[in-house]
């Protein structure tokens, strides 16, 4: 089944992407014990995700993570009804996955690495003469205490025009806000990192 839907979605290359992802799975599910413990369908449906789009489960091409979340059951039980709790495993597509499927899907030509911009730095962007602009120069040294302000991409369209993507801090703080763990220590911990990486998701 896997390497029929990559064929379908990928064109050639299916044995051996089958057999290098389906050692990453393996090993991604020894080394979890939280995820060991969801259904055997969401953990199958969560490696056929990955023929369909193309991804990798392979830790250092940072596509993706598998994530285990409860869901709440209804059954029946001698003719009562009755509530369960189980758990189930999820794909979660990273930012830098997010980019490659816009890529294979020709949304866009390409995208560079996102910038931070910090406190002190000139920075500028809108709209000149009908096109999208973007100005940004670091300020060294800089202090090291200076705070993020905002975080930007440049994105290459197949016409080879240019655009610029970019998320404030504020808008960021929405973001996290909403997030399922908005104290965990990527967001503690790891602030820049995920500030890169929701710019390129978002």
Not at 32 to 56: E, I, M, P, R
């Amino acid at each position: 089944r896997f390497k029929n839907l990559y064929l379908t979605f990928n064109g050639k290359g299916a044995e051996r992407y089958y057999e290098a992802e389906k050692f990453h799975f393996g090993k991604i599910l020894q080394e979890n014990t939280k995820l060991q413990g969801c259904t055997k369908l969401s953990l199958y449906g969560c490696f056929l995700d990955v023929a369909v789009n193309g991804l990798s489960f392979d830790p250092s091409m940072r596509h993706l993570y598998m994530v285990p979340y409860k869901h709440k059951v209804t059954y029946k039980d001698q003719g009562v009804t009755k509530e369960r709790w189980e758990e189930r495993a999820q794909v979660q597509i990273s930012g830098t996955g997010e980019l490659l499927l816009r890529m294979k899907q020709g949304q866009i030509k390409y995208a560079d690495n996102p910038v931070l911009v910090y406190e002190g730095d000139i920075f500028k962007s809108g709209t000149r003469n009908n096109a999208v602009y973007l100005e940004h120069e670091a300020n060294y040294p800089r202090n090291e205490n200076a705070p993020i302000i905002a975080c930007y991409i440049k994105i290459t369209r197949n016409d080879d025009t240019v655009d610029y993507k970019v998320l404030t801090m504020g808008e960021l703080m929405k973001i996290r806000a909403f997030s399922k763990d908005p104290n965990s220590k990527a967001w503690t911990d790891g602030l820049p990192g995920m500030f890169q990486t929701k710019t390129i998701k978002h």
